[in-house]
Nanobody, 125 residues
């Protein structure tokens, strides 16, 4: 049974840092592409980062501020978030999926993947 458990969210001030964790179980972790998707209030979900095939990918909105990494020995993916902005306020989900790349663009198709339950990040100005 595939399970993903996101944690590490909370309340931060602009400029602060937070690190999110996504603990996985029930599948061969290092075979999978895993991404972080966030959904701000009243907005569509936004794929912000993905790690797969030995590479990391970022949305323009977080590039240079967020860093994704994985520890296969711990079956965990991390999202280090620095220089937080109020517009980073959202529920953050981790999910498995199929990563596609098109030049410098990328897309994580989570249709056949699994999602964690989400962790709320609130950034105040």
């Amino acid at each position: 049974d595939v399970q993903l458990q996101a944690s590490g969210g909370g309340l931060a001030q602009a400029g602060d840092s937070l690190r999110l964790s996504c603990a996985a179980s029930g599948f061969t972790f290092d075979d999978y592409d895993i991404g972080w998707i966030r959904q701000a209030p009243g907005k569509e979900p936004e794929g912000i980062s993905c790690i797969g095939g030995g590479s990391e990918f970022y949305a323009d909105s977080v590039k240079g501020r967020f860093t994704i990494s994985r520890d296969n020995a711990k079956n965990t993916v991390y999202l280090q978030m620095n220089s937080l902005k109020p517009e980073d306020t959202a529920v953050y989900y981790c999910a498995t999926g199929v990563l596609s790349t098109f030049g410098s663009s990328w897309y994580l198709n989570t249709d056949s993947g699994s999602w964690g339950q989400g962790t709320l990040v609130t950034v105040s100005s």
